[in-house]
């Protein structure tokens, strides 16, 4: 009995001594997780807790925080923002180098004076050259107080409060913003994304899209000067966008999907409501057309990232849901409608298919139409799913996705949801402090790991997160953000971690080329936000669009980074600025940061001259054929 563990104890001790004489240890992943003590980010992201305020009550409870990434005082470093569901609880971080960052949030004023903070995003809102701050906070709800702040950049590693002043400081159920020059006139608007009170019981007609609630429903804000002072004011109503309680916002989108030179927008909103794809008409208006363009959504619209994925110079869309990628707890996962009242639904005037997972819609050109190819390209489950980013991350030239998941606690559970339904009927109990306690004990965990995919154009994508150093990862990662944060040439990651300390990646991938290229907007627009960069190397273009919001509740970096795999330089590269001028720039050598300028631009870029409408696939030739075709007799 004791020569079986013995043998087994020496083949063990053999096998790691042969492993080691051969050089064969652990692999690491390409991310590297940075621990806290060296990065000094120290940042913990624990929801407040107030009378009724749980996931029993408020359903986005555990929807975590977000990050933005930018250079707040213009050292070529990218500093991070994370924002927490408890009062003065936002973290800035500048960026030291080598991975050290210091925490100034003291110093620079930016706590934040909300008990629940949501998204946040970096833009130069008021065009000095200075990336200001935005935050948005759930209040007016289950006791909650605050507004959405705005801190605007002194110059000087400060901040100063400014929200009220340039008219956002809207109070209700926010979840993020977006700047962008949706009109062109030279300077960033605003579009809010919010999101209902609660659920509604019934579906309900679809007339009501156009009500107007005070705390819920989106709002877009026009930068106007009045009196020599930017004002952003409501234009919501007039430019066609949906201010209702139906929406329940949680992810935004804002491209060029139509490739028509204007800026649009797409919201992934949660529960029955479909989502709203709002094509920008050029005149201050926008057309809301998904049904036109879309044959469905995701059920459970949580997030989404907008971006050329196939390299084909069209805008892709993908918006994250919840279905388990493993078979146990999908038999558990109780997502799917009763389908009387799903068909019900269908019968009404404007409601449209959805399905219960991730939705990758491809674009046919030009937006004509989309065609879903989750399933055919292995990302269509991700479990309970946050943020999408797609970004090259090994400098391959091909566009790869991080998907950030988890949840405390799974309230969707078929095995809860009989538990608690017995335990109401068995013991009669009232909603009680108890009872909540119990029920919430019940719920099962919903720990996941970020998800990496490798991207191909041709196959689409592979799941790397083991390979890449996530897939050990257990927690519940919720906003996240990417930025090249040591200036080595590839893409770092950020993500806020609900329950635990924010989670920095560290990319060590195989060295290949790139390219960064930052861009300088004329005008107040001083970041070239909406501008499209196309980089033409070794027989390949890519095209990127500059906007920052993107993901979920967070922002990325302003600098554009392209991969270039094997080649050192690009045989050109092509901006197209908003307002439709552009430059072109031949034999750009890889490997360093590069910086395009509106002011180099030439005006009136013809899009047709340089990307051809393609020859269709197929053309009727009936009448040239010398076929006769007899009419059809019964």
């Keep these: ?35 806290a003590t060296d990065t000094h980010i120290e940042f913990v992201n624990e929801p407040v807790s107030k009378d009724l305020l749980s996931i029993l009550y408020y359903l986005y409870y555990y929807n975590g925080g977000g990050v933005s990434a930018g250079d707040i005082n213009n050292d070529g470093l990218t500093d991070v923002y994370f924002t927490a569901n408890t009062l003065s609880g936002n973290k800035l971080y ?48 289950y006791g909650l107080n605050g507004a959405n702040e705005l801190y605007i950049n002194n ?25 962008f020059d949706y009109d062109q006139d030279g300077d ?60 329940y916002g949680l992810g935004l989108a804002v491209a060029d999907f139509n490739n028509d030179g204007w800026d649009d927008i797409y919201v992934g909103n949660d529960f029955h409501e479909n989502d709203y794809y709002y094509l920008n008409n050029g005149n201050g208006t926008f057309s809301e057309s998904g049904a036109a363009h879309f044959k469905h959504y995701s059920r459970f619209s949580m997030g989404n990232d907008a971006a050329d994925i196939n390299n084909d110079g069209q805008t892709d869309l993908i918006t994250l849901d919840m279905l388990p990628p493993d078979e146990k707890t999908m038999k ?15 019968g009404m005037n404007g409601y449209q298919h959805q399905f219960s997972r991730n939705v990758l819609h491809m674009n046919n050109g030009d937006a004509v139409s989309f065609s879903d190819q989750a399933l055919l390209r292995g990302v269509s489950a991700t479990d309970w799913s946050w943020c999408p980013l797609f970004a090259d991350f090994d400098n391959d030239g091909q566009k790869d996705l991080f998907i950030s998941s988890g949840i ?26 108890k009872f909540d306690e119990e029920t919430i004990a019940k719920m099962p965990d919903g720990s996941s790991h970020p998800f990496f995919f490798k991207g191909d154009a041709a196959n689409g994508f592979t799941n790397m997160s083991k390979e890449w150093g996530t897939a050990n990862l257990k927690g519940y990662f919720n906003g996240a953000a990417y930025a090249d944060l040591d200036n080595d040439g590839d893409l770092d990651m950020l993500v806020n971690v609900l329950k635990g300390k924010a989670l920095v990646l560290k990319n060590n991938a195989p060295k290949k080329n790139s390219m960064s290229i930052s861009l300088k907007g004329s005008a107040a627009n001083t970041k070239g936000v909406g501008a499209k960069v196309y980089v033409y190397a070794a027989g390949q273009m890519q095209m990127q669009h500059l906007m920052p919001t993107r993901g979920f509740q967070s922002s990325s970096d302003m600098v554009l980074h392209f991969g270039l795999n094997d080649a050192t330089v690009a045989d050109s590269v092509l901006v197209v600025w908003p307002g439709n001028s552009y430059e072109v720039q031949f034999k750009v050598p890889a490997n360093k940061p590069h910086q395009l300028q509106q002011a180099n631009a030439k005006a009136g870029f013809d899009r047709q001259a340089y990307f051809p409408a393609a020859a269709p696939v197929w053309e009727d030739a009936t009448a040239t054929s010398g076929i006769e075709l007899a009419p059809y007799r019964k």
Aim: charged share 20%; proline share 3%.
């Design 1 to 35: 009995m004791l020569v079986q563990p013995s043998f087994r104890l020496y083949g063990f001790a053999s096998c790691l001594m042969l492993m080691a004489l051969a050089g064969c240890k652990q692999q690491k992943g390409m991310f590297e997780s940075v621990p």
């Design 94 to 141: 500048l960026n030291k180098g080598n991975f050290q960052f210091e925490d100034i949030t003291e110093k620079a004023g930016v706590a934040g004076t909300n008990e629940w903070s949501s998204g946040t995003t970096m833009a130069d809102v008021n065009g000095d050259g200075l990336l200001d701050i935005y935050v948005c906070a759930v209040s007016q709800h």
């Design 155 to 179: 110059g000087n590693l400060t901040f100063t409060p400014s929200a009220a002043k340039y008219g956002l400081n809207f109070a209700g159920l926010s979840t993020q913003a977006a700047f």
């Design 188 to 247: 960033l608007d605003c579009y809010l994304l919010n999101h209902s009170k609660k659920p509604h019981a019934n579906v309900v007609d679809t007339i009501n899209r156009r009500k107007v609630d005070a705390t819920a429903g989106d709002r877009l804000y026009r930068n106007d000067l009045v009196n020599g002072q930017m004002h952003f004011t409501d234009v919501s109503a007039q430019a066609g966008i949906y201010q209702s309680s139906l929406g």
């Design 332 to 346: 558990t996962y109780g997502s799917d409608e009763n389908p009387n009242v799903y068909k019900s639904k269908l």
């Design 408 to 433: 405390v606690k799974r309230p969707v559970d078929l095995d809860y949801v009989q538990f608690v339904s017995a335990m109401q009927a068995q013991k009669n109990l009232d909603i009680t402090d």
